[in-house]
């Protein structure tokens, strides 16, 4: 702490004699009187809205509004066709629907959890308001804004113009559109002042020495508002996270590492402290600099976009002159996700880790291990719902982009592995084909709700059934288990996106739902659940919202005719979510991929062409195409086998579940014994 006093005292020494030296910008010199106040009420305005959105997602008094809203919906889906007077029983549908709704409400456990989240929300809020109020309250003592800001500004204005001409609209029009631009007089305000402010904003949120989910929404709203590319703010986010380790690496701080050691031991659960981690993750650390040489080291590397260095150290507070801070941000340089702590959790589940999905390994480290240069302020997990081969893990993830860090979530590799061997061994059978022929012809929600599936698709199905069981309910463990592991941060103070398609979905969904039960808020930016085999419950779907803090989207096909078979056993009255629209919770985004997924294997090479159609904010385009050639080769060989199939006459349904039996079991113990195979060469 005594280091803290230190560095601040010296921090206001140090910016004195640089704005003597020479006039360095910061908000104060660049914004005069009236736009300072304007940022002031823009992030009020911001913060505001943010809150009235977890109101409306869990309070009564929302409810007759979403009601509303979802009836516009519906009438805008169609706009061609003529207004109709809406019967009785859409009348008693819609009463029925709100009393509904309103028992959700009002149950004990949604109003326990508003209570909670809006004091988290609120507590937070507090000290964005009062670390933003520090700085544009802060006396200037030079308010002249002479030609030299109008020369800054030309300085950087043609970098500025090349980098928006890359980027990609489609994602600017979703990011406006989830996070509406509020009104400001800071829009029309030169770009290069408009980025100034969220460059500002972002080092003034880290300085709370933690990047919560909702810091990232404030951001996304301020973006939004000032018509800020979102590629800038990504571009942004990706240069402070290198300025911020390569800082670290010239501080020293022992005496803090072992301070907060000791605060871990009995703060986490794991009992996984810096300490534990300290030898590996202070890598480079040559210390003994004075806390003012940090803060301009700092300042220089984060500094640019106009920006004075002693202003961007002063905006990063404590955050500019601490390793222990820093590593606890991006938690403990990555240890924490590769660390005691994993192994803890495969003790739990079998094989869980967390795998790097791309970065350039250096000799002698560990596989899982993040390269430094891939280390970025927000974590993006991908899981997969199943597999054919353990690289399937990593592989359908890496469309994901640059601008964050990507891990793949490895779990339960055997289950997985044996559902897959079960899933396309089953597509491929003659059975099958004769009987998705007839599934379409009465709708997938008729063969579900009334169980009329071909008598020949049930003794096939058998092959299938009790792998998807047993997958699905390692998969929910292994749900609680992440939520454990984010709780206790092995993500670092960062926020964290969640996507997964099939079963690796389910995870997301059983990860939401316990973070809930145990009000762990601010923690999850953004959650994408693909073919989720879960309930489609608002009930549900309302609490997995409480915990997301800003995108909540259900990828669904009613096409999906594995998904709705695998699923018959399970509690249909609460409906599928894979296979249908989420009603009744507002800003839960349900996107419809019917046209596209004509089955429920089509997810795994459809994972980029899906995050691409819903504006995703970071996708590799080049990756995607790649995905999508696979999946055409795909397509032509399985209709090359279905014309075989067809070809073959009648087939006997108890001999063929017979010979797919001892495929699947032939599949399997190939894929034990290369696993095997391969754990002994790592040993």
Known sequence: ME??????????????????????????????????????????????????????????????????????????????????????????????????????????????????????YDKWRDSVIL???????????????????????????????????????????????????????????????????????????????????????????????????????????????????????????????????????TARRWKVGLASVAGAALIGVTGGLAAPLVAAGVGGLMGGLGLGATAAAGYLGTLAGSSVLVGGLFGAYGGRMTGQMMDAYAREVEDFAFLPVRGTKKAGSSPHESSPEDRRLRVVIGISGWLTEKEEVVLPWRVLGHNTEVFALRYELESLINLGNALTTMITSAVWNKAKAEIIKRTIFASLTAALWPLGLLKVGKIVDNPFSVAKTRSDKAGEVLADAIINRAQGERPVSLVGYSLGARVIYSCLMSLADRQAFGLVESAVLIGVPAPSTASDWRVMRSVVAGRLVNVYSENDYILA??????????????????????????????????????????????????????????????????????????????????????????????ALEDEVRRKNQQSLLQNAAEKLRLR
């Open 131 to 265: 670390r933003v109020g520090e700085v544009v309250n802060a006396r200037k003592e030079d308010s002249e804004h002479d030609s030299r800001h109008a020369e800054a500004d030309r300085t950087h204005s043609s970098s500025l113009r090349s980098r928006v001409s890359k980027h990609d609209s489609q994602i600017d029009k979703v990011v406006q559109m989830c996070y509406p631009p509020i009104p400001t007089s800071l829009a029309e305000v030169s770009e290069e002042k408009r980025m100034l402010i969220v460059h500002s904003m972002l080092l003034l949120l880290l300085s709370l020495e933690h990047y919560t989910a909702y810091s990232r929404v404030l951001l996304l709203y301020l973006t939004s508002s000032l018509n800020i590319p979102i590629s800038m703010l990504a571009e942004d986010e990706t240069k402070v996270a290198h300025g911020l380790l390569e800082a670290a690496k010239h501080m020293s701080a022992d005496d803090e590492a072992q301070k907060r050691a000791d605060e871990n031991k």
């Open 565 to 658: 078979f695998l699923y018959r056993t399970s509690s249909i009255q609460y409906g599928v979510a894979g296979l249908q629209r989420v009603e009744g919770v507002q800003r839960v985004e349900n996107v419809d991929v019917s046209q596209t997924v004509s089955g429920h294997l089509r997810y795994r090479y459809l994972v980029g062409s899906i995050l691409k159609l819903i504006g995703f904010e970071d996708v590799d385009v080049a990756e995607v195409a790649k995905q999508e050639e696979a999946l055409s080769v795909i397509t032509e060989e399985e209709k090359e086998q279905g014309a075989g199939k067809a070809d073959d006459g009648h087939v006997d349904a108890d001999e063929e579940a017979k």
């Open 3 to 120: 280091k803290m006093k230190f560095w601040g005292a010296h921090e206001g020494e140090h910016h004195h004699q640089q704005h003597d030296e020479k006039k360095e910008q910061d908000l104060t010199t660049l914004l005069d009187h009236n736009q300072l106040a304007e940022l002031t009420k823009l992030v009020g305005d911001a913060t505001e809205a943010m809150r009235s959105n977890i109101e409306t997602n869990l309070s009564m008094s929302q409810i007759d509004s979403d009601i509303k809203a979802q009836e516009s919906a519906h009438e805008t889906d169609n706009p061609n066709l003529e207004a109709v007077q809406v019967s009785e029983e859409d009348q008693e549908a819609t009463r029925q629907a709100q009393e509904k709704r309103q028992q959700e409400v009002s149950a004990p456990r949604l109003q326990e959890l508003e209570k909670a989240l809006l004091s988290f």
